[in-house]
């Protein structure tokens, strides 16, 4: 299957400290992003990183990058408990002729005050 | 603000019945997408349009079809809702195919 893997599937840390969620893929991309998305509500998307790109940062998150190991990591710093919820990478794939994302199965992050 | 609507929230119909649910967008985006997701799972594309190019996954059920009438509405129809169709379906749209998607809150869909 061309989906994403996550790890791990559920993560439950105290507020003010890091979280960090990792994504594998099987064939090469052309981009991989990562998604959030509350409970009840549609995913919000958080940050693309090209894959010519290694690391990318958005106000207190930081993805990575490695092509060679087909992963990709998301630590969001300085936890906060509106962080709670799942994340999401997908990746852009070419599939039945068409370009698409597919989607990991995610990780669910709890922020316990 | 530019976004993507739909509706309605909730949705509850009977088995078989058939029904429509609507997604709006006011980002002028080329492609609309319709996602199923059930609970703790990710979201499983089931079709996409792109302009009016119109692609459909391979293992979407026949019992579900779509209409894009114009840039901004895209609807998803489903025939005869069986008990395994309850879920939550989300609308997206992006720019090209490979952008950023801009999803809805998406449709809850019970079926009695």
């Known amino acids: 299957s061309q989906q994403g893997e996550e790890d791990p599937q559920a993560l439950s840390i105290q507020e003010g400290e890091n979280a960090t969620m990792n994504c594998s893929y099987k064939?090469?991309?052309?981009?991989l992003q990562w998604y959030r998305q509350n409970s009840g509500r549609g995913l919000v998307h958080l940050i693309l990183?090209?894959?010519?790109?290694r690391e990318k940062h958005s106000g207190r998150l930081r993805v990575t990058l490695d092509t060679s190991k087909k992963s990709s990591s998301l630590l969001i710093t300085a936890s906060r408990a509106a962080d709670t919820a799942s994340y999401f990478c997908?990746?852009?794939?070419?599939?039945?002729?068409?370009?698409?994302?597919?989607f990991g199965q995610g990780t669910r992050l709890t922020i316990n005050p | 603000d530019a976004m993507v609507i739909q509706n309605p929230r909730y949705q509850v119909t009977q088995f078989g019945k058939p029904v429509t649910l609507s997604c709006s967008q006011t980002?002028?985006?080329?492609?609309m997408y319709w996602y199923q997701q059930k609970s703790s799972q990710a979201p499983k594309l089931l079709f996409h349009?792109?302009?009016?190019?119109?692609?459909n996954e391979a293992d979407t059920p026949d019992n579900f079809q779509s209409r894009r009438p114009n840039t901004s509405f895209c609807f998803l129809d489903i025939r005869s809702p069986g008990l395994g169709d309850a879920a939550m379906y989300l609308c997206?749209?992006?720019?090209?195919?490979?952008?950023?998607?801009?999803f809805g809150d998406g449709t809850r869909l019970s079926i009695l």
């Open positions: 997908a990746t852009d794939a070419t599939l039945q002729g068409a370009q698409k994302l597919v």
């Open positions: 997206a749209t992006s720019r090209l195919p490979r952008s950023a998607q801009h």
């Open positions: 064939t090469s991309i052309n981009n």
């Open positions: 990183i090209r894959s010519n790109e």
């Open positions: 349009y792109y302009d009016k190019d119109f692609n």
């Open positions: 980002l002028n985006h080329n492609v």
